[in-house]
């Protein structure tokens, strides 16, 4: 079923893509960007004392990108800019609960797939780009010491990132921002304690990369 979902969002982007055109120029990129999450991830550690939760901060880890892009110049300086990447980052949190330091560490691969509508400015040095963003969980269920995971959220997930770039010749400078339209719930069993923990596992991102114009 995930296999079917990757290869239609991939498909649905390239559908974009027409292969002659008198009204549009075509031209791809490849691009990686280093990903900074945007604030620290939020957690939350339900207990067996009194049915209390607490809420805490993990660990933030700096993570990647990496991917195609393809720009549809279009008329009245609009351009259409479809893109498929694959996304690595993580987070770090040490569950209160746990007394042997135990930590648990969120792995984010992901297939992202935006569609992003940008405006030309200064020619074509530089343009602004807003849209959505598919993404396809790549992450498997997993075991983590004395805690388990319960994987609640959906296959595809929905975003939208907002940003803009420079380009120096075949060079390109890209800076973006993504957050999601709705959350993305994890959660975490403990196997020797009944203690709950609950993670959003989308969080806000910034994107800041480069890329080379074939």
């Not at 067996?48 to 809420?55: D, F, P, S, W």
């Not at 940008?118 to 343009?127: D, E, H, T």
């Not at 993404?135 to 609640?152: G, M």
């Amino acid at each position: 079923m995930k296999n079917k979902i990757l290869l239609s969002l991939i498909h649905a982007a390239l559908g974009l893509i027409p292969l002659q055109t008198a009204y549009a120029q075509v031209t791809f990129s490849a691009k990686a960007h280093a990903a900074f999450p945007a604030k620290t991830a939020s957690w939350k550690e339900f207990t067996t004392v009194i049915g209390t939760a607490k809420e805490s901060s993990g660990k933030n880890i700096t993570g990647f990108n990496a991917g195609i892009s393809a720009r549809i110049d279009l008329p009245k300086s609009l351009f259409l800019m479809p893109e498929v990447y694959f996304t690595q980052f993580k987070n770090e949190y040490a569950p209160i609960s746990s007394s042997n330091n135990t930590s648990i560490t969120i792995d984010y691969n992901r297939l992202d797939v935006p569609v992003l509508l940008g405006y030309r400015v200064l020619g074509k040095q530089a343009g602004v780009f807003f849209g959505p963003v598919a993404s396809v969980d790549l992450a498997q269920t997993s075991s983590i010491k004395s805690f388990s995971e319960v994987k609640e959220s959906k296959d595809v997930s929905w975003g939208f990132q907002i940003g803009a770039e420079a380009r120096i010749k075949k060079i390109i400078i890209d800076a973006r921002y993504e957050s999601s339209f709705s959350k993305d719930q994890r959660k975490f069993i403990g196997t020797l304690t009944s203690a709950q923990i609950q993670y959003d596992y989308r969080p806000s991102i910034f994107l800041v990369g480069l890329g080379y114009e074939f």
